[in-house]
């Protein structure tokens, strides 16, 4: 992008941040509120990793959060958090349900699967890695946006599987029940990158700083 980091526009230029909607609204954005005062001026992008990506070796962004590592010598990338999956449903359907074992999915057979997207990415892995089978059943309800899965299985629409960061407060006020607890649950490594070689600019060096210091108790 024209002009970044430039010498004289470090106090105009934005700093530019692509990441997943759900963690920038629930996590990153709350961590970085205090640092506007200072005089951060941000732009933030959700969008899916691939994409951001892109857009950071194009010189869109400045910093990305990535579900994925990052491939090449172009971007440089370390670990920010880890996130834990859950199977999670609404009271009304774990009564239903009743107990779900590791090794036998067959109770959740006719509970309706709500998902992320058509092909069920999330609820795959978790069928894959705790129940060791291949899931193969069609979603009922497909949300875009996890708290939009999250808000549809609160209100009784079926289950799904969430990061616990996203679901933590429901889990904890009972709104939704863990159909089970996994010695060995999914977990998925979220990662901050940035352009290999980019200038240091001070604002993007508070907000990669920060996102480091706050992200250790995520």
Not at 144 to 160: E, F, N, Y
């Amino acid at each position: 992008m024209a002009g970044r980091g430039r010498p004289g526009e470090e106090s105009s230029e934005p700093v530019h941040l692509g990441g997943p909607a759900e963690v920038l609204s629930t996590r990153v954005l709350p961590a970085l509120a205090p640092l506007v005062e200072q005089g951060l001026r941000l732009r933030v992008t959700a969008g899916l990793a691939d994409d951001l990506l892109e857009g950071l070796r194009a010189g869109r962004f400045d910093l990305v959060l990535s579900a994925i590592r990052p491939r090449g010598r172009t971007v440089v990338a370390v670990p920010l958090m880890d996130e834990e999956f859950v199977l999670v449903a609404a009271p009304v359907w774990a009564d239903r349900i009743g107990p779900v074992g590791c090794d036998d999915p067959g109770p959740l057979h006719d509970a309706p699967l709500v998902a992320y997207a058509e092909d069920v990415p999330i609820l795959r892995r978790y069928w894959r890695h705790v129940f060791r089978t291949r899931l193969t059943r069609s979603p009922a309800v497909v949300v875009p946006d996890l708290r939009g899965v999250l808000t549809a299985v609160v209100a009784g629409a079926g289950i799904t599987v969430l990061p616990r960061y996203l679901c933590a407060g429901e889990l904890c006020s009972g709104e939704l029940v863990a159909l089970l607890d996994p010695d060995d649950p999914p977990i998925n490594t979220g990662f901050l990158a940035q352009r290999a070689g980019a200038p240091e600019r001070r604002y993007v060096t508070l907000v990669r700083d920060r996102l480091l210091h706050e992200a250790r108790h995520w």
